[in-house]
C-alpha cells in the first residue's frame, strides 16, 4: 500500500514543453518555457539519476508510478500521514 516504502510527499518538478507556432523565444530566460508540475505520490525509491514516485495503488490493477530525473525536481514537501478515525 501507499506508505509502506517511503514518505508521501507533494514533487514540484520542472517539465519539458514543446511549443508550436510560437511568436518568440526568450533568448534571455530560456527557463520561461518549463512547465511547473506536480506530482503527490509516495517516493518509492530514489537516487542521483532517477526518482519513482508511486500515485495510484489497487490489488486488481497494481500501481502507477512516474519516474522523473531526479535532477528535474525543484522541492519536495512531505505531507503528513493521517490515519482514518
Keep these: ?13 520542472l517539465d519539458a514543453v514543446n511549443i508550436r507556432g510560437a511568436r ?3 533568448i534571455e530566460n530560456p527557463s520561461e518555457h518549463l512547465s ?10 530514489a537516487d542521483d539519476v532517477a ?4 500515485y495510484h495503488y489497487t490489488d486488481c490493477d497494481g500501481t502507477d508510478f ?3 530525473p531526479t535532477s ?3 522541492e519536495i514537501q512531505e505531507l503528513e500521514w493521517k490515519e482514518k478515525e
Aim: glycine share 8%; proline share 3%.
Design 1 to 13: 500500500m501507499l506508505g509502506d516504502n517511503g514518505p508521501i510527499a507533494c514533487v514540484k518538478w
Design 24 to 26: 518568440k523565444v526568450s
Design 36 to 45: 511547473l508540475s506536480e506530482t503527490i505520490g509516495e517516493i518509492t525509491s
Design 51 to 54: 526518482t519513482v514516485i508511486t
Design 66 to 68: 512516474i519516474c522523473l
Design 72 to 74: 528535474w525536481i525543484v
